[in-house]
């Protein structure tokens, strides 16, 4: 069992350090968490330093009795929550995604045994959470109290309990909710969740940097009255806040009384998380869950096929077969909506905020607003459109050199692509550009301008994504953002910056019909020139990206 | 029909395929065998499209794989080593959806795609998504595709493993009944077996080299044995024996 826990130590380090790019990323990652952890420590202790006078009585306000305590408890729960999100992504791979199982299981191992090593690895995977949020903010807070000396060490073990806690749960409750869904469905789900929660933090620090930037003590303790989730007593945040309060005022019998009752919640829901998974092992294994069922209903399908016979057109022919299953396997999983969900949301963030944030469309020039609207659409269409044609191609997986089989070109695939992603996206798409534009003030006419604006660039956009996607593509890749090397991704920027200034180009000579005397025929040339970019892109997307296919050999390894 | 000519593939250093000089005329069943790693899935991706030739060249049908690729894998079909499927889809979408790309007319389709299904017994599952099925059921799927539009060349990587005897029995019955009606039949195996009930003609390559091709009997006439199988041929031409000496290593336990 040591041997094997050894051997995964090594085989987990090898990875970081296999080759001279993986050791410059790792050195990388690790100055970032480094520079991340100073970050939090500081936050932190300027926080606790900040309120220190208010707690302590030196300045006349209203305190809630417990608010250092509120505040403390307030921050645990938001780090044991994302150590319970990250766990339970981290414990369903490995428990049903993991190769090493099968063999795990058929080895001369208890499955207790092979138990302790999967919660030893989901441990080992949460390390770093722990060591770059969690110790950082604890230590913080001493500081910020002028805690004695004494008190780091006790941050450490608390910092351990922070690691125990949230992975056993996360196995609890991994073995709960596999038990209810569907493995695969599970995946898509925890897919969707954990990009919902980062789209939630996303705009949380981007728009909550500038609403607490002017905040002073007082108003972060009188925030404690309405923390109301950080109060309850059973909460093991709580527990975890009273123990470090307790090490920081040097009370021991309060430490340890804390500390005690978290590790053994912490212990009892290891054994209970190991009693399901155990159970599970031995009578549905979970590592053979994938193939649960999943009926798709046959009236409905039935429906639909009668409904195509009786079409009066009837769209059948390989782009057509390639446009259907391309929007059937986007339709179908939720992890690829959720990546250009993410992007979408951080666009809208990025260019509505900063409009509200100095009051709203008021301060934009009325002449200015249309313009700043079609900015806003492109980069909504660029941020909804661009993952999910990038990872066109790699989304065929292994089963390319099937589909590279068939009597089918590289442009035929890639239109057929290309179709497949802009028609799920289009009516989303719209809506949301055009919400956008009513949020920046948007009115009349020039609502239908973004909304034709958003129809002629998104194709173009599309295709361009689609053939930077050919570029590098990884068919191997189970991560939906790891489809496309670094370099396509970078490259697909670029191409981006450039179909955008192309675009602005046209845009221009249409705003500048209103200030010449050639109004008609400069508006019309620039109207000219958009639609001649628009498709220009969708045709250059289409025949570089098609050459490439042709160029590459088609076997997946 | 299939032919090669000096069939080449080399990845860097190493040559996978090497000269090789092959023809399989139509109405045949052609038992392509080799060790692991020998170059049978090399020789099969070149001959599909999906690898191109370092030298030589294929042709399907009469047409050149790699210089007029549309028309030869119209009338290809192809089952992969791996039944890699779009797990999205379900059994008859995908079905369907292969037809759609070799233009398979819609009255045609519907028919196929219906009396595919039953003959694999995969009508039951047919409207799950690919994901569910287990792997026999996912090569039943990836053989039935390659029938969908019925090729006249049919190439297939160890299309027996993973189906279960019933499957396996029609797949070779079907083997059977399409080279009678004139298609030709490209089939890797590791099965002697199989290769020896089914198949017209062997041809056995090793390190990328055919060293061996002929009907069964006339390869059994190049042993050193009499009455030897197809099994203690391939056996001796690939230098295999040497298992002996493992075996009886096992048994006298000497091995570490």
Not at chain 1, 9 to 34: E, H, K
Not at chain 2, 169 to 191: C, E, N, P, Q, Y
Request: with cysteine.
């Amino acid at each position: 069992m040591r041997q094997l826990l050894l051997w995964k130590a090594r085989i987990a380090c090898w990875n970081y350090l296999r080759s001279p790019q993986a050791r410059v990323g790792t050195a990388v990652l690790v100055l970032m968490a480094g520079a991340l952890a100073v970050m939090v420590f500081g936050a932190c202790r300027f926080l606790f330093k900040a309120v220190q006078p208010v707690l302590t009585g030196a300045t006349p306000v209203p305190v809630a009795p417990e608010g250092e305590l509120v505040l403390l408890s307030a921050l645990y729960d938001i780090g044991l929550l994302i150590l319970l999100v990250s766990g339970f992504a981290a414990a369903f791979f490995a428990l049903h995604a993991s190769s090493d199982l099968p063999l795990l299981l058929a080895a001369p191992f208890t499955v207790r045994q092979i138990f302790a090593l999967k919660f030893c690895e989901l441990a080992a995977s949460q390390l770093p959470v722990v060591l770059v949020v969690v110790l950082p903010a604890a230590c913080g807070y001493g500081a910020g109290v002028g805690a004695r000396w004494s008190f780091y060490p006790a941050a450490l073990l608390l910092s351990l309990l922070f690691l125990f806690l949230p992975t056993a749960l996360a196995v609890l409750a991994e073995a709960l909710v596999v038990r209810v869904i569907p493995p695969y469905r599970v995946r898509e789900l925890g897919a969707a969740l954990g990009t919902l929660l980062g789209i939630v933090m996303y705009a949380f620090f981007y728009l909550g940097s500038s609403y607490f930037a002017s905040w002073g003590p007082q108003e972060v303790i009188s925030l404690t009255d309405r923390l109301s989730f950080a109060k309850p007593k059973v909460s093991p945040a709580h527990w975890l806040a009273q123990a470090t309060v307790a090490a920081s005022r040097g009370s021991l019998s309060d430490f340890l009384f804390w500390g005690g009752l978290t590790a053994v919640v912490s212990f009892f829901a290891l054994v209970l998380s190991f009693l399901l998974v155990q159970e599970a092992f031995y009578t549905h294994w979970v590592g053979a869950a994938e193939t649960h069922l999943r009926l798709r209903r046959r009236p409905l399908s039935a429906v639909l096929v009668a409904n195509r016979r009786k079409s009066l057109l009837s769209l059948r022919g390989p782009l057509w077969a390639l446009a259907g299953k391309e929007m059937r396997m986007i339709c179908r999983d939720l992890r690829e909506w959720m990546e250009a969900m993410y992007m979408l949301v951080m666009m809208v963030v990025v260019t509505i905020a900063p409009a509200l944030r100095r009051g709203g469309s008021t301060l934009l020039p009325p002449e200015l607003l249309l313009y700043v609207c079609l900015g806003v659409a492109g980069a909504i269409s660029w941020a909804l459109v661009g993952p999910l044609a990038l990872g066109c191609v790699a989304r065929e997986g292994r089963s390319w050199s099937f589909l590279r089989s068939t009597p089918i070109t590289g442009e035929q695939i890639l239109k057929g692509k290309i179709m497949g992603v802009v028609a799920p996206v289009l009516a989303p798409l719209l809506a949301v550009t055009l919400a956008a534009s009513l949020l920046l003030g948007l009115r009349d006419f020039r609502l239908i301008v973004v909304a034709s604006f958003v129809l002629l660039v998104t194709p173009g956009l599309a295709a361009l994504g689609a053939w930077c996607g050919t570029l590098s593509p990884d068919f191997n890749a189970q991560n939906v953002r790891q489809r496309v090397g670094g370099a396509a991704y970078l490259f697909f920027w670029v191409v981006s910056l450039l179909y955008a200034a192309s675009l602005a180009v046209g845009v221009f000579f249409v705003a500048a019909g209103a200030w010449t005397g050639w109004r008609v025929l400069v508006r019309a040339l620039g109207l000219l020139w958009l639609v001649i970019i628009g498709v220009l892109a969708f045709v250059v997307g289409v025949v570089l990206g098609g050459r490439e296919i042709e160029r590459r050999e088609a076997c997946v390894r | 029909m299939i032919k090669t000519e000096r069939l080449t593939k080399r990845f860097g250093r190493f040559t996978a395929v090497d000269g090789l000089d092959l023809e399989v005329v139509p109405g045949e069943i052609f038992g392509f065998l080799g060790p692991n790693g020998a170059g049978k899935t090399t020789t099969i991706r070149m001959l599909t499209g999906l690898l191109r030739p370092t030298a030589g060249c294929a042709f399907i049908g009469g047409y050149d794989i790699h210089a007029e690729p549309l028309r030869a894998k119209a009338i290809l079909g192809y089952v992969p080593d791996e039944p890699f499927l779009y797990e999205k889809l379900t059994g008859r979408e995908f079905l369907s959806f292969m037809a759609d790309l070799y233009r398979v007319d819609e009255k045609r389709r519907i028919d196929r795609v219906a009396e595919l299904l039953h003959l694999f017994g995969l009508e039951e599952r047919a409207d799950e998504l690919v994901q569910s099925y287990s792997r026999g059921m996912r090569q039943k799927l990836a053989v039935a595709a390659a029938l969908v539009h019925d090729p006249s060349v049919l190439i297939l990587d160890e299309p027996l493993t993973g189906l279960d005897p019933r499957s396996a029995r029609i797949l070779k019955d079907t083997l059977r009944m399409l080279a009678g009606r004139g298609v030709t039949v490209f089939m890797s195996t590791h099965i002697m077996e199989i290769a020896e009930r089914i198949c017209n003609r062997v041809g056995i390559i090793d390190r990328g080299r055919l060293i061996a091709c002929g009907t069964i009997d006339e390869l059994k006439g190049l042993s050193q044995k009499d009455m030897a199988s197809l099994e203690d041929l391939f056996l001796q031409l690939t230098g295999g024996t040497a298992y002996a000496e493992v075996v009886r290593s096992l048994e006298e336990g000497d091995l570490p």
